[in-house]
């Protein structure tokens, strides 16, 4: 069993601490609590979860597909729904993202541009449409989270390309005021290691390859909007720089709290991950030469040697950070890191489920059952 992590280091030429992870980070064990969802019960039956949220008493449960919130307490009993499917003030269409401001939930609405805030207790709502005001910017900025001065985080929309997708290599994450009005570039997120641009064997144009193994820097927010944090994950190429990944926390001010870079094992692709998809590529509408096209595309898939390290990220709610490594043998190791960005603890999930809110005492994670329907499921951590 690999583990994701071997040492970590200070961004700034610090030598990583080498040596194996059981003497360095402690393995957790989990502590099975509540759990929430049912197969034919419909106040508790759960679609696609987008989001998890706890406080003290509640817990919250983004659902996309049904364009609401649901709320039960922290025992797992049904209390309320926030938000209901429509596209009028108070109303979801396709939410994605939430967390706090202050007492109120905020929820945003990427599709729509528009952000909601509910007050817990009353179930009242605020719905703002949001537009960013980006001098010179040909994107469309998507409202992406609320940072606790009060400020918007915004992403661009990603199009162009071939299918609608991106081809620019790097994105800005900018900070507004609610009205738009543009304040500073938050981070900039790379996605140069996505994509490939493939001519050979194509009657007319070119098309944009997109990678099986994405390796495009990650990005999760605080809960309480107090700070983000933005990994870089590309994969090892085989040379001789270590294989590492780079985690950076960034404050709601713009100011670095930590840069760490994280040493791993590198797992190298098997020889025939790719076959499939270059096959059902290459056999593809305007296709005039067959052999010509698989080649270019197993030249692109070539540079891509090893798994990228890093499937997932998520900022805990006591400002510790959550890092996924890659899917192994049924499974994922989670890596915890302090809010220094030190390693001070990792466990073990299956590959079906993922930590969705967390903090050093307990963790809230999303379940996939054989029928693959959605549990929200509580564990107490030990340690």
């Not at 994605?96 to 990427?110: A, D, I």
């Not at 006591?318 to 996924?324: S, Y």
């Not at 999930?349 to 809230?364: F, G, K, Q, R, V």
């Amino acid at each position: 069993m690999r583990s994701l992590l071997l040492g970590y280091a200070l961004a700034l030429g610090a030598a990583p601490v080498s040596g194996p992870v059981s003497g360095q980070v402690l393995e957790w064990t989990l502590e099975r609590g509540v759990t929430i969802g049912s197969v034919d019960d419909p106040v508790y039956g759960l679609s696609r979860v987008g989001g998890v949220l706890a406080d003290a008493e509640r817990v919250f449960v983004l659902q996309p597909q049904d364009g609401r919130v649901r709320v039960f307490s922290r025992s797992g009993e049904f209390v309320r729904d926030l938000g209901r499917p429509g596209a009028g003030p108070g109303e979801l269409t396709r939410p994605n993202r939430m967390g706090w401001h202050g007492s109120r939930l905020w929820v945003t609405e990427p599709v729509s541009g528009r952000l909601t805030f509910f007050d817990v207790a009353t179930g009242e709502a605020e719905t703002i449409r949001y537009r960013a005001n980006v001098p010179g910017s040909l994107h469309r900025w998507m409202p992406f989270a609320v940072l606790a001065n009060g400020r918007f985080v915004a992403s661009p929309e990603i199009t162009g390309g071939h299918g609608g997708q991106a081809t620019a290599s790097e994105f800005a994450i900018i900070v507004t005021e609610p009205n738009g009005t543009l304040r500073d570039t938050l981070a900039r997120r790379s996605f140069a290691g996505n994509l490939g641009k493939i001519t050979a064997g194509i009657a007319d144009g070119e098309i944009w390859v997109i990678s099986l193994l994405p390796d495009h820097d990650l990005l999760s927010v605080a809960p309480n909007g107090s700070s983000i944090v933005l990994v870089k994950r590309r994969g090892w190429d085989g040379g001789t720089i270590p294989a590492e990944f780079e985690v950076t926390e960034i404050d709601l001010h713009g100011d670095t709290v930590y840069r760490r870079r994280i040493e791993y094992e590198p797992r190298r692709v098997p020889s025939d991950f790719f076959d499939d998809d270059i096959a059902r590529s290459a056999d593809g509408p305007g296709i005039n030469n067959r052999r010509a096209h698989a080649r270019a595309l197993r030249e692109f898939y070539e540079e891509r040697r090893y798994f990228p390290p890093v499937t997932a990220v998520s900022m805990g709610g006591d400002g510790t950070t959550w890092v996924a490594g890659v899917d192994e043998d049924g499974e994922r190791e989670w890596l915890v890191l302090d809010g220094a960005g030190s390693p001070i603890g990792r466990l073990r999930l299956p590959t079906t489920s993922y930590i969705a809110h967390a903090n050093e005492a307990e963790c809230w994670v999303v379940e996939r059952d054989a029928l693959d329907i959605p549990y929200v499921v509580q564990y107490d951590i030990v340690r």
